[in-house]
DNA sequence: TTCTATAATGATAATGATTCCAAACATCGT
DNA sequence: ACGATGTTTGGAATCATTATCATTATAGAA
């Protein structure tokens, strides 16, 4: 953990900002809840309990902050709340999700299934691809079987 | 115009619904503006054209709307507002976008690259897709030639 | 047609997410 | 330590959207 948040330290030293108290409680709760997407709201809530004099404003730059440095990845699940995902060193492309619409559950896929349609953008379109969001919304494995056994 | 006006009467009507003329009058706006991905205030002032008694509220009921019925889609592209696009009937599936995070420009491909993914998620993760969204964040051609003569 | 029940509307207030601004803070040269 | 300068902060303001509510329009029954 304390690695981490010195990791992290770094990262915004040399691009001349500074790990105070704020971010640093900011970056603590995201390393906490690491399995989650939360919003910028929920991180607000959750660090107010270890440092409650930070205002939601400060998240807010904090999370944008740390977006701009790749830290974390700010998510767009279309219900109009940015999420929040620490970006671990092994996923330097973005991750998918599958939203199941019956139960709201969120699955992750780690592959990336888009580098062949991104080397496609390039060629054809003469778009260079930055970044990607990739989102299925459907039913679940867990919704499908338990429909099966009611009807 | 008339024949999809008409046939967007009958969908309303299906479920219940009534072509008011302030329904109208907005299905009117999203005809005349398919190209564009319009907000509900851009919809709202150019509604206003037509029919300036209208309210704001009236048109975000109509476009949520709308968007039950299937007739527009919804769209999200993280910027903190809404965007409505008329499905045509072809579309049966999502176009995708390009966003161009310099200048801003957004151009749509209409052929859908996800049926190889989506065929693998049903068999590998038991997930029945119902629904995607796939954008691209990037650099766009024209901004790139115009950045390249810069330097 | 007239009455009645229901749906739809417009103005405005309320909410929720995000951003702006003046004040507090830290850093550096003196 | 002291002031100048730029950074960071928390609360207030803003923006998009949704809910409320009194009023109006509509369709169907009598």
Redesign the interface.
């Known amino acids: 953990m304390e690695a981490r948040i010195e990791k992290i330290k770094q990262q915004l030293q040399s691009q001349g900002y500074k790990l105070t108290p704020q971010r640093e409680a900011t970056v603590r709760v995201l390393l906490e809840n690491e399995e989650d997407h939360l919003s910028a709201e929920d991180v607000f809530m959750l660090v107010k309990e270890i440092a409650p004099e930070i205002g939601l404003a400060t998240v807010y730059r904090t999370l944008e902050l740390l977006s701009e440095l790749h830290v974390v990845e700010?998510l767009?699940f279309?219900d109009?709340v940015?999420r929040y995902d620490l970006r671990t060193d092994s996923s330097k492309h973005h991750h998918h999700h599958?939203i199941?619409?019956q139960c709201g559950s969120m699955?992750e896929?780690m592959e990336d299934?888009?580098i062949p349609?991104?080397e496609?953008?390039e060629q054809e379109?003469?778009?260079?691809?930055?970044?990607?969001?990739?989102?299925?919304?459907?039913?679940?494995?867990r919704c499908?079987e338990s429909r099966e056994s009611d009807e």
């Not at 379109?125 to 494995?141: E, M, N, P």
């Open positions: 700010k767009n279309g109009g940015a599958l199941c619409v699955e896929i299934w888009l349609l991104e496609r953008l379109y003469g778009f260079h691809v930055i970044d990607h969001r990739l989102d299925f919304q459907g039913i679940c494995r499908r």
